[in-house]
């Protein structure tokens, strides 16, 4: 007679407290696989029960949260009720074989990792190095270069844009201070514009009596002399105006009143 396996007792175990996980076709549904890889890694570390009960949130809490209303079985005590079932069907009391002597009567190498003191990061990374002890896989992410590469690109476009802005800036600012030095430039003209009428118009303010005066006394008598010029004809004619010129005052002189 055929001796049943132990893993052949886990699998129906799972299968059985999974049986109601099928959806409306019979078909397993994705929820019953994830509890299942779930479960089988949870009864593969060799912990003891309050190690192992304190691992239930985090690790049956995606399996909760899908199937909230599956109670007794997503639950603590649907977890110790299985394990207990585990035990019993995989500790070596009677002789029996285990889970783990399954694989390796198959010559199929078993990882056992011991979960006490050890936080979940170290579990992880044990179990990833055990998996890429024959090579990396492969798995379509960017290599370590690739990643240095695009860094140092963003870098480099980080560096170039600062650059620009600090160009744009500095063309701001000196944009801004050659119109604040040509409104500085039009507004002193204007003033210097303004200040040299204002002298002009003082200018001929200042001017008007002297105009008056030679309008009024030096002209009449400088045209008259000019005349007398060019009707005689003398040898000297600048001696002869300005000797015209002295009689005609010395006439001015003796009409004006005598209180001036």
């Not at 980080?158 to 701001?172: D, H, P, S, V």
């Not at 040509?182 to 009428?197: G, S, Y």
């Amino acid at each position: 007679m055929k001796r049943r396996l132990p893993i052949k007792r886990t699998f129906a175990f799972l299968y059985a407290s999974s049986a109601n996980l099928r959806n409306r076709k019979g078909e397993r549904s994705t929820l019953f696989y994830l509890q299942l890889v779930v479960e089988h890694w949870l009864h593969e570390e060799e912990a003891q029960d309050r190690s192992q009960q304190k691992r239930i949130p985090s690790l049956l809490i995606l399996i909760s949260a899908m199937q909230a209303k599956h109670l007794g079985h997503n639950d603590r005590e649907g977890f110790v009720r299985r394990l207990a079932q585990h035990k019993q069907a995989n500790e070596n009391a009677h002789g029996e074989p285990s889970l783990a002597d399954f694989f390796q009567e198959r010559r199929r190498e078993v990882l056992t990792l011991d979960v006490d003191g050890k936080s979940a990061e170290d579990i992880l990374e044990c179990a990833r190095v055990y998996i890429e002890k024959d090579g990396r896989f492969f798995n379509f992410l960017k290599s370590e270069r690739q990643s240095l590469l695009e860094r140092e690109a963003e870098l480099q476009r980080e560096l170039q844009e600062a650059q620009r802005k600090e160009a744009e800036e500095e063309q701001l600012a000196r944009e801004e201070e050659r119109l604040v030095l040509a409104e500085r430039r039009r507004r002193d003209l204007h003033r210097l514009e303004k200040i040299a009428q204002h002298e002009r118009e003082v200018i001929m303010a200042r001017s008007i009596p002297l105009r008056r005066y030679l309008m009024q006394a030096v002209v009449p008598a400088l045209s008259e002399g000019l005349l007398q010029v060019c009707r005689v004809m003398p040898e000297d004619p600048v001696d002869f105006l300005a000797e015209f010129l002295l009689a005609e005052a010395q006439k001015t002189a003796n009409c004006l009143p005598t209180e001036l």
